[in-house]
């Protein structure tokens, strides 16, 4: 099974790629990975080609050292994917946010198109990682076909304004129609161990409603959000992140388990806590998390 506890995305920020000064802006944010976009936001035909250009500059003048760089590419019916894949497969970029993800052959037909274009180039296969895009009733519903059908996928992430569109909903105040999408989402994630990233938030003003969908989203199984401006990475980051007691509290928890098994014990109960294998997982993530949150703030010092 695919592993992808190593990449640290609490948070993933769109920004338009042909927009030098969002790009600027971007480099210095806190955010865990920058979400290059060439697709929707980029518009006329000859702005993408003004983005592509921009993304290699900046990435090979090392301005997002810190950041996870995934480009949103075109979408395979847009005639332009191939011209994003063979411009953007560089070093600094990480792997692609693949728009439009239907079903598992959408994903496999990028994960071919990859193979082939790193193999000409001489990269090692696998080198560029997939982020596929979940906007349609479709693609909740073949979710799961969609994490496993190449091993680059990392995460999937939820677009609903797409997908309410898609099903002829409405996007409630309350967001109870597109609850249950989410829920899926983060279930064929984690049941295919790939990052679930939950949708933007519309109202980039109104913290309180992006707060509201945060304890949502955690609750769900969420491990990141999908961004649209920087001043919600703050909260973000909060709430996607083992604070210090958190940490504590797992490390106490792998040193009584380990007093547990030296002991004969496969559970125990050690000052009113419950000690037993799903309680030992949990932790052990939590201080993975705090370990990639260590690494990545000794690269920004």
């Known amino acids: 099974m695919k592993n992808h506890s190593s990449y640290l995305m609490r948070s993933l920020m769109f920004v338009p790629a042909h927009n030098e000064r969002l790009m600027l802006s971007a480099a ?7 979400l290059l976009d060439i697709e929707d936001s980029v518009l006329p035909r000859s702005n993408k080609i003004l983005a592509r250009q921009q993304v290699i500059d900046f990435v090979q003048a090392g301005k997002f050292g810190k950041h996870l ?5 075109n979408d395979r019916e847009s005639g332009e994917l191939l011209k994003d894949l063979q411009a953007l497969t560089i070093p ?4 692609f946010m693949y728009p439009k993800s239907y079903t598992g052959q959408d994903v496999y ?3 071919k198109l990859l193979d082939t274009i790193e193999y000409e180039k001489g990269l090692p296969i696998g080198s560029f990682k997939l982020i596929p895009l979940i906007e349609t009733a479709g693609a909740v519903l073949n979710a799961q076909d969609i994490c496993r059908a190449s091993k680059r996928v990392v995460a999937i992430a939820f677009g609903c304004e797409d997908f309410v569109t898609d099903l002829e909903g409405v996007h409630d105040a309350a967001g109870q129609s597109i609850f249950t999408a989410r829920a899926m989402i983060a279930m064929a994630a984690r049941a295919n161990n790939v990052v679930p990233v939950d949708t933007v938030h519309i ?4 913290l309180e409603d992006l707060e509201r969908n945060l304890v949502l989203a955690k609750n769900l199984g969420f491990e990141g959000m999908l961004v649209l401006h920087p001043k919600e990475l703050p909260l973000v980051h909060r709430y996607f992140s083992p604070d210090e007691q958190e940490i504590i509290s797992a490390r106490e928890m792998l040193d009584m388990a380990e007093a547990a098994a030296k002991s004969g014990k496969g559970v125990d109960v050690v000052d009113n806590k419950f ?5 030992v997982v949990a932790a052990r ?4 998390k705090a370990r990639l949150m260590e690494l990545k703030n000794k690269a920004e010092a």
């Open 28 to 34: 210095r944010s806190e955010a865990d990975v920058l």
């Open 69 to 73: 760089v995934f480009p949103r590419v």
């Open 92 to 95: 600094g970029v990480h792997g």
């Open 109 to 111: 037909f990028i994960d």
């Open 203 to 206: 109202k980039v003003h109104d």
């Open 275 to 279: 000690i037993g294998p799903p309680m």
């Open 285 to 288: 993530k939590v201080l993975e």
